[in-house]
């Protein structure tokens, strides 16, 4: 597949951190095999999760929002690997896939500029091209049996993730139409109008399209999504629902455990995609940083206990910039998003 690059074992034990003595994930995962097509690589695996990174911004920046979300993913992929190999978290689980390749989308959308009307459309088409990438990778994970774990890019691939995993999971009979379930926690519901790709609008397009049946948001900020969007979810309380940071922590109406768990019951009868925007968390380098959002404790909370409760179809961590943090080598983003994917896979194998 020319848009998937690969990760081989020889690679990834050079950015292994290790000691003598200790084992890391990264030498217990398996890795692609060269010379054999992404099926067969996926039919020959025992494994149960495949790892998989998309280094893009074009979606966040099609939405005039702070690119850099491209940058998430080689620190989380270090991290990931570097974690300790044990009774907890055994690492033989985990199928490293390596990323999808849009560089040459990058390259065009460099000097675009999203201010100018005929750039911005230019841009947003450039995402509909990431979609098309994204759907055919998911897709094919999710028809091997095996649950995606994806890292990075912007919300924008929500979309992607949706469709690809609904149509692998119909094509292997585990559900009966191309549809699922989807959780977000995140300060905004990215349900935004259907003008042209971008990450605001993610799941727009995949409920208008059916590709998302129910969708659940946790968190969001009440000063933060347009009047439209929230009338959409007044009007179809069958297929939307949301609970708002200030519900939780503001007017204290509901715990945060109450919260997530009415979230996780909205979308728990379907397979289901967990979503989590890192801009929803306080502090970290994202396109749309927050100085109020949840803790990373309660974020992985969230991660833990859908991975745990729900029939789960994949899980994206989106929107992390590492490269915002306005140091030199931001090392904490990728470090939360190991902890992030510990806690998921952890969640998955504690289901009674």
């Given at each position: 597949?020319?848009?998937?690059?690969?990760?081989t074992?020889?690679?990834?034990l050079?950015?292994?951190?290790?000691?003598?003595?200790?084992?890391?994930?990264?030498e217990?995962?398996?890795?692609?095999?060269?010379g054999?097509?992404?099926?067969?690589?996926?039919?020959?695996?025992?494994?149960?999760?495949v790892l998989l990174?998309?280094?893009?911004?074009?979606?966040?920046?099609?939405?005039?929002?702070r690119?850099?979300?491209?940058?998430?993913?080689?620190?989380?992929?270090?991290?990931?690997?570097?974690?300790?190999?044990n009774?907890?978290?055994?690492?033989?689980e985990?199928?490293?896939?390596?990323?999808?390749?849009?560089?040459?989308l990058?390259?065009?959308?460099?000097?675009?500029?999203?201010?100018?009307?005929?750039?911005?459309?230019?841009?947003?088409?450039?995402?509909?091209?990431?979609?098309?990438?994204?759907?055919?990778?998911?897709?094919?994970?999710?028809?091997?049996?095996?649950i995606?774990?994806?890292?990075?890019?912007?919300?924008?691939?929500?979309?992607?993730?949706?469709?690809?995993?609904a149509?692998?999971?119909?094509?292997?009979?585990?559900?009966?139409?191309?549809?699922?379930?989807?959780?977000?926690?995140?300060?905004?519901?990215?349900?935004?109008?259907?003008?042209?790709?971008?990450?605001?609008?993610?799941?727009?397009?995949?409920?208008?399209?059916?590709?998302?049946?129910?969708?659940?948001?946790?968190?969001?900020?009440?000063?933060?999504?347009?009047?439209?969007?929230?009338?959409?979810?007044?009007n179809?309380?069958?297929?939307?629902?949301?609970?708002?940071?200030?519900?939780?922590?503001?007017?204290?109406?509901q715990?945060?455990?109450?919260?997530?768990?009415?979230?996780?019951?909205?979308?728990?009868k379907?397979?289901?995609?967990?979503?989590?925007?890192?801009?929803?968390?306080?502090?970290?380098?994202?396109?749309?940083?927050?100085?109020?959002?949840?803790?990373?404790?309660q974020?992985?909370?969230?991660?833990?206990?859908?991975?745990?409760?729900?029939?789960?179809?994949?899980?994206?961590?989106?929107?992390?910039a590492?490269?915002?943090?306005h140091?030199?080598?931001?090392?904490?983003?990728?470090?939360?998003?190991?902890?992030?994917v510990a806690?998921?896979?952890?969640?998955?194998?504690?289901?009674k």
């Amino acid at each position: 597949m020319k848009f998937l690059k690969t990760i081989t074992k020889q690679a990834s034990l050079n950015i292994i951190k290790k000691r003598k003595g200790e084992v890391r994930i990264g030498e217990r995962a398996e890795f692609f095999t060269e010379g054999i097509s992404l099926e067969k690589n996926l039919e020959k695996s025992k494994t149960k999760f495949v790892l998989l990174g998309l280094p893009e911004d074009i979606g966040v920046r099609a939405n005039f929002g702070r690119g850099g979300t491209q940058t998430a993913w080689k620190p989380a992929l270090e991290n990931i690997l570097s974690l300790q190999s044990n009774l907890f978290f055994d690492g033989s689980e985990v199928f490293v896939l390596g990323e999808v390749n849009f560089d040459d989308l990058m390259e065009k959308a460099e000097h675009l500029s999203p201010k100018q009307p005929d750039e911005l459309k230019k841009m947003r088409d450039l995402v509909s091209i990431v979609d098309e990438r994204v759907v055919v990778v998911i897709e094919k994970i999710c028809a091997a049996g095996k649950i995606p774990i994806v890292i990075g890019g912007g919300h924008n691939n929500a979309y992607g993730n949706l469709k690809g995993a609904a149509k692998g999971l119909k094509s292997s009979s585990k559900i009966k139409a191309e549809k699922i379930n989807c959780i977000n926690c995140d300060a905004h519901t990215d349900m935004r109008p259907l003008e042209g790709r971008h990450s605001g609008n993610g799941f727009s397009y995949a409920y208008e399209e059916n590709f998302l049946d129910k969708y659940s948001v946790l968190g969001i900020h009440e000063s933060y999504n347009t009047n439209a969007v929230m009338q959409k979810f007044e009007n179809d309380h069958k297929r939307l629902f949301y609970t708002t940071y200030e519900t939780i922590f503001v007017r204290e109406q509901q715990t945060f455990q109450d919260a997530m768990k009415s979230n996780i019951d909205f979308v728990k009868k379907n397979y289901c995609g967990i979503e989590l925007d890192l801009d929803s968390i306080t502090n970290v380098p994202s396109s749309a940083k927050t100085s109020s959002g949840i803790s990373p404790v309660q974020a992985r909370q969230y991660v833990y206990n859908c991975a745990k409760n729900l029939k789960c179809a994949y899980f994206h961590i989106a929107e992390g910039a590492p490269v915002l943090a306005h140091i030199k080598a931001d090392n904490k983003t990728g470090k939360l998003i190991g902890y992030l994917v510990a806690d998921f896979i952890k969640g998955i194998n504690d289901k009674k």
